[in-house]
């Protein structure tokens, strides 16, 4: 049974910094293709970053770029999301999602397994 758990999220400052972090059990981690996506109240689930299974090949959305670095630790099973300079915009629930490519990891559907999710709230 597939289990990917985030933690790390919280209430934080504009401008300050938070580490999410995904545990990843019940499948092969080295063999995904990993991701963060995010979904605000009333709006639909965006991707934020992406990285491929050796962690050599990142893809970022545009409105976190240069601001989040996304990285993984195979032998440790996790997946991290740094945000350095949140913005009040930032704040959204943060989904963790392992795909069998990274080809197309910009997209939601192309995620096969989801974790439950962590909130980040930023404050202006």
């Known amino acids: 049974q597939v289990q990917l758990v985030e933690s790390g999220g919280g209430l934080v400052q504009a401008g300050g910094s938070l580490r999410l972090s995904c545990a990843a059990s019940?499948?092969?981690?080295?063999?995904?293709?990993m991701g963060w996506l995010r979904q605000a109240p009333g709006k639909e689930r965006e991707f934020v970053a992406a990285?491929?299974?050796?962690?050599?090949?990142?893809k970022y959305g545009d409105s976190v770029e240069g601001r989040f670095t996304i990285s993984r630790d195979n032998a440790k099973n996790t997946l991290y999301l740094q945000m350095n300079s949140v913005k009040p915009e930032d704040t959204a629930v943060y989904f963790c999602?392992?795909?069998?490519?990274?080809?197309?990891?910009?997209?939601?559907?192309?995620?096969?397994?989801w974790g439950q999710g962590t909130q980040v709230t930023v404050s202006s």
């Open positions: 999602a392992a795909a069998s490519g990274f080809y197309d990891a910009t997209s939601r559907n192309r995620y096969d397994y």
């Open positions: 019940g499948l092969t981690f080295s063999s995904y293709a």
């Open positions: 990285i491929n299974w050796s962690g050599t090949l990142k």
